[in-house]
């Protein structure tokens, strides 16, 4: 399968308690982004990575929240002290620049995601 | 700001007809591109349709077609001959420069089909 894989894919969790979800791009890409989406609605951007550095952060990312990418290669998003607002599905989506598919320039690929619920 | 507004929470289509999803949007960019997505109940999110700010045609693939009015700003989806397997949220969304890495999503429509 060379589409982006996270894991876990469900994750329940007691209020306070820290999780770590992971996220694995399509090789080639180098371009990885996290988004969340909450019960009837549409995902929302939380940060994006080129390679390596977090190039771009939302407010809506607050210091509880840190997302990591090592090696430019997978990525990891760690909620700390978790509340019950943080319940969603975060979404892990990647691409590779100046790629011209069906879906544009840049066009993103989503992963599965992974559903957080927080007791 | 840059804003994606879906007006139909949730639609009803009878198998086989065809049913068109309502998606309207706002930017200053004259350089965007607008998508469609189908989420089914697994979650994931399916790509369907990409529109260019710049193209001249609007696009298709397969039974889906988007209708593209800049003008208006319009960006409505057009599913032909629906199927009980369309059921599912569908999401219109936009990114800001032709290479733009920031998707901004609607708030969704709901699509039932009924046999």
């Known amino acids: 399968d060379t589409g982006v894989s996270q894991d876990p894919r469900h994750k329940i969790t007691k209020r306070g308690q820290n999780v770590t979800f992971r996220c694995d791009p399509i090789?080639?890409?180098?371009?990885l982004y996290w988004y969340r989406q909450t019960l009837g609605q549409g995902p929302e951007f939380l940060t994006y990575?080129?390679?390596?550095?977090?190039?771009?952060k939302s407010r809506l990312l607050s210091d509880r929240f840190s997302a990591e990418r090592p090696k430019g290669s997978f990525s990891t998003l760690e909620i700390q002290r978790t509340e019950q607002g943080d319940s969603a599905m975060y979404l892990c989506?990647?691409?590779?620049?100046?790629?011209?598919?069906?879906?544009?320039?840049?066009?993103?690929?989503f992963g599965p995601g992974t559903r957080l619920t927080v007791l | 700001a840059q804003k994606i507004t879906q007006t139909q929470p949730g639609m009803f289509v009878q198998e086989k007809e065809a049913v068109t999803l309502d998606c309207t949007y706002d930017t200053s960019d004259p350089s965007y591109g607008l998508f469609w997505y189908k989420q089914p109940s697994s979650g994931e999110m399916i790509f369907l349709i990409y529109q260019g700010s710049y193209d001249q045609q609007n696009a298709t693939e397969g039974r889906y077609s988007l209708n593209f009015q800049k003008a208006r700003k319009s960006a409505n989806l057009v599913i032909s001959a629906s199927q009980l397997g369309d059921s599912a949220m569908y999401f219109c969304?936009?990114?800001?420069?032709?290479?733009?890495?920031?998707?901004?999503f609607g708030a969704g429509t709901r699509l039932f089909v009924k046999a």
């Open positions: 990575f080129q390679n390596e550095a977090q190039l771009e």
């Open positions: 969304a936009m990114r800001e420069g032709l290479g733009g890495f920031k998707t901004i």
């Open positions: 989506a990647s691409s590779s620049p100046g790629t011209s598919g069906k879906g544009g320039l840049n066009e993103q690929f």
């Open positions: 090789s080639e890409h180098n371009r």
